[in-house]
């Protein structure tokens, strides 16, 4: 009688357990991680310009960030020639074209600005734009910032110079001071066009830009 006791005992548990391990099976698995999305959003030098992408800013920076184990996929987002106020007109359509909300925007642009001899003051007002408009939709920047030609006049390289830090303080975001910084005026580094880094030139601005990247990666 005792035996059967306990034995009526266990099939009563068995059907209250059975039905919780059921649910347990059944319940989805945790959704792995999204590996961060990073959007290079600028010019030529993000976009690779003269070189195969595989050599290109995006695909350099992937890798750098990988190998230092950040699984982070990096998305072009540069257009050769673009001015700030090009970048800006084109931001809302990129954005909606990457199809998710990227984890950080690496902006670069001006250059061309400073190439065609646009006014500071119009650059940086674009540049404001682009930044107001990520930091509605809480999106972290990292700004690269760039340097005035020589020839551009003091006063020139002041004001264009000194717009990345003052927009970078008052929008709160990360500050790459010089994008070609390591690479500049070093000839064996760049196309001939003297613009544009060869591929031993981007993997040096990959290399010395991947801390700030993963710093500004959030």
Same mark, same amino acid.
């Given at each position: 009688?005792?035996?059967?006791?306990?034995?009526?005992?266990?099939?009563?548990?068995?059907?209250?357990?059975?039905?919780?391990?059921?649910?347990?099976? $059944?319940?989805?698995? @945790? !959704?792995?991680? =999204? #590996?961060? /999305?990073? *959007?290079?959003?600028?010019?030529?030098?993000?976009?690779?310009?003269?070189?195969?992408?595989?050599?290109?800013?995006?695909?350099?920076?992937?890798?750098?960030?990988?190998?230092?184990?950040?699984?982070?996929?990096?998305?072009?987002?540069?257009? $050769?020639?673009?001015? @700030? !106020?090009?970048? =800006? #007109?084109? /931001?809302? *359509?990129?954005?909606?074209?990457?199809?998710?909300?990227?984890?950080?925007?690496?902006?670069?642009?001006?250059?061309?600005?400073?190439?065609?001899?646009?006014?500071?003051?119009?650059?940086?007002?674009?540049?404001?734009?682009?930044?107001?408009?990520?930091?509605?939709?809480?999106?972290?920047?990292?700004?690269?910032?760039?340097?005035?030609?020589?020839?551009?006049?003091?006063?020139?390289?002041?004001?264009?110079?000194?717009?990345?830090?003052?927009?970078?303080?008052?929008?709160?975001?990360?500050?790459?001071?010089?994008?070609?910084?390591?690479?500049?005026?070093?000839?064996?580094?760049?196309?001939?066009?003297?613009?544009?880094?060869?591929?031993?030139?981007?993997?040096?601005?990959?290399?010395?830009?991947?801390?700030?990247?993963?710093?500004?990666?959030?």
């Amino acid at each position: 009688m005792r035996n059967r006791s306990r034995s009526h005992r266990y099939e009563g548990w068995r059907w209250l357990v059975h039905p919780i391990l059921l649910m347990l099976l $059944a319940a989805p698995a @945790a !959704a792995a991680p =999204r #590996a961060p /999305l990073i *959007w290079a959003f600028g010019d030529s030098l993000t976009a690779g310009y003269g070189l195969p992408p595989a050599q290109g800013f995006p695909a350099r920076l992937q890798a750098e960030l990988r190998r230092q184990g950040v699984a982070a996929t990096v998305r072009n987002g540069g257009v $050769a020639g673009d001015t @700030a !106020a090009q970048g =800006r #007109a084109r /931001l809302r *359509w990129g954005l909606r074209g990457l199809k998710a909300v990227p984890d950080l925007v690496i902006v670069e642009l001006g250059a061309n600005d400073m190439l065609r001899g646009l006014p500071p003051a119009q650059a940086r007002a674009n540049l404001d734009s682009i930044l107001t408009e990520l930091r509605a939709r809480n999106i972290p920047v990292l700004l690269a910032g760039m340097r005035a030609a020589p020839n551009m006049g003091a006063d020139y390289a002041r004001a264009f110079e000194g717009m990345y830090p003052a927009l970078a303080r008052k929008h709160g975001v990360a500050l790459y001071p010089f994008f070609l910084d390591g690479v500049a005026g070093q000839r064996d580094l760049f196309q001939g066009d003297g613009l544009h880094p060869n591929a031993r030139g981007v993997d040096i601005v990959v290399r010395r830009i991947a801390p700030a990247a993963r710093r500004a990666l959030k």
